[in-house]
Nanobody, 117 residues
Framework: QVQLVESGGGLVTPGGSLRLSCAIS????????LAWYRQAPGKQRELVAS???????NYADSVKGRFTISRDRAKNTVYLQMNSLKPEDTAVYYC???????????WGQGTQVTVSS
C-alpha cells in the first residue's frame, strides 16, 4: 500500500503562486509515475502534470510554462509549483501514484486551490 498526503493549497490572487506538496509513504518502490490531477466544480478530473521514475515529464496544455512538477527522492515528496495562477486554475488538486500493475493506483485526499481577487 501507498499513502499520499497533499498540502499547500489555499486562496491566492490571480498572477500569484503556490507550491503543492505530496508526501509519499508505504510501498514506494511500486510507484513508477507520480502525477497531479485537478477537478473543478461540475467538471471531470483532469491530468495536470506527471513525472515518471525515468525522468519524463508531461503537462496539460493549459498549464505549460506556468506549472512545474518535481520530485525530491530523499524526502519522498512530489511538488507542483504553480505560477501565474488564473481563476480557471481553481480546483481540488489530487496527487496520484501509479505502478505497473492496475492495482497500483493510489490517490491523496486532495487540496483546494482557489484563485480569486
Amino acid at each position: 500500500q501507498v499513502q499520499l498526503v497533499e498540502s499547500g493549497g489555499g486562496l491566492v490572487t490571480p498572477g500569484g503562486s503556490l507550491r503543492l506538496s505530496c508526501a509519499i509513504s508505504g510501498s514506494i518502490f511500486s510507484i513508477y509515475t507520480l502525477a497531479w490531477y485537478r477537478q473543478a466544480p461540475g467538471k471531470q478530473r483532469e491530468l495536470v502534470a506527471s513525472a515518471t521514475s525515468g525522468g519524463s515529464k508531461n503537462y496539460a496544455d493549459s498549464v505549460k510554462g506556468r506549472f512545474t512538477i518535481s520530485r525530491d527522492r530523499a524526502k519522498n515528496t512530489v511538488y507542483l509549483q504553480m505560477n501565474s495562477l488564473k481563476p480557471e486554475d481553481t480546483a481540488v488538486y489530487y496527487c496520484n501514484g501509479k505502478g505497473v500493475r492496475a492495482s497500483d493506483d493510489y490517490w491523496g485526499q486532495g487540496t483546494q486551490v482557489t484563485v480569486s481577487s
